[in-house]
């Protein structure tokens, strides 16, 4: 979903402020992105994968781990002594990384998401009702299906098929994905342009469609 076209993308910008959707609070956008390259790196370290992935996906691990500075100083705005010390562990992730230290990084990172847990409250399938569910197909089909509903796995990071991995991610790892997805965009900047009843809507979709 990262690979949204610039209409598209200014399209839901347009569609966001008009419906008053707030930015993700910079604690969730961080703890999102941790979770998000703490299982990046789990599926580096353990699973057979084809040269091509292996390298795709180490490039986005290296990607997200220097991006990560960047959250982590927004979070100590509003964080305060609570965030003392976590920019320099964050960037201390990068250098474990280049040195191939990946036990070393791994045990770092889940003790950074254990110290900035992901609160999915009202983003679980629970969470979302008949009507958030219903027009959760219409969103599937503008921003998610033209990547995701035949995967080009000749790509060094395909886009997977979402429905799959609904049923088979961690629930926890997968609103974060949908947190961190729809984004990058000079149009929409780093923030996603949904919100939390369409994100929820969306996760209950593709799990039991």
């Not at 990262?2 to 569609?15: C, I």
């Not at 990046?40 to 290296?62: F, I, K």
């Not at 976590?86 to 960037?91: D, W």
């Not at 569910?133 to 995701?148: S, V």
Request: proline share 4%; with cysteine; net charge negative.
């Amino acid at each position: 979903m990262r690979e949204l076209g610039a209409a598209l993308a200014a399209a839901l910008a347009a569609a966001t402020v008009l419906s008053g959707h707030a930015a993700a609070p910079a604690e969730r956008t961080l703890a999102a992105e941790l979770q998000i390259v703490a299982a990046d790196l789990e599926r580096l370290r353990t699973e057979d994968l084809s040269a091509p992935h292996r390298r795709g996906l180490s490039n986005r691990v290296r990607g997200s781990l220097s991006y990560l500075p960047v959250l982590a100083r927004r979070w100590t705005v509003i964080a305060g002594a609570e965030a003392e010390g976590i920019v320099e562990e964050v960037r201390g992730l990068r250098h474990r990384f280049e040195q191939a230290n990946y036990d070393g990084l791994q045990a770092a990172l889940d003790e950074l998401v254990h110290r900035v847990p992901l609160d999915i409250t009202g983003l679980r399938v629970t969470d979302a009702s008949a009507k958030d569910r219903a027009e959760a197909g219409e969103i599937y089909r503008t921003l998610c299906r033209g990547c995701h509903e035949q995967p080009d796995l000749a790509r060094e990071n395909p886009a997977y098929d979402l429905f799959e991995q609904a049923r088979s991610v961690p629930a926890r790892e997968f609103i974060a994905r949908l947190l961190g997805g729809v984004r990058g965009t000079p149009e929409i900047g780093l923030e996603n342009p949904l919100t939390d009843r369409e994100l929820a809507g969306l996760y209950a979709y593709l799990k039991n469609q």
